[in-house]
């Protein structure tokens, strides 16, 4: 099985500067982006057989990197 990669350099290589830029100008998207990074290791340990997860929590895992990740594209459009 092949674990696609959910990083935000991944998830958004056209914003590559701006990823940058907030990291170093906007504490919210320091918070969000730590969260994200958070959720998707948590997932990542999982996928990988490392911890084992029922398939409810990783549907709220994912979930919860979604809605993560649709407040830092939100910041990226803005």
Not at 1 to 13: G, S, V, W, Y
Not at 35 to 51: A, C, K, S, T
Request: hydrophobic share 40%; aromatic share 6%; proline share 1%.
């Amino acid at each position: 099985m092949t674990i696609e990669l959910h990083d935000l350099a991944h998830e958004f290589p056209e914003h590559k500067d701006k990823l940058h830029t907030l990291k170093l100008e906007n504490a919210h998207f320091v918070h969000l982006k730590s969260q994200y990074d958070d959720v998707n290791h948590q997932i990542r340990l999982y996928e990988n057989g490392v911890n084992a997860a029922s398939d409810e929590h990783m549907e709220t895992l994912k979930k919860q990197r979604l809605h993560l990740k649709d407040q830092i594209a939100a910041m990226l459009a803005a």
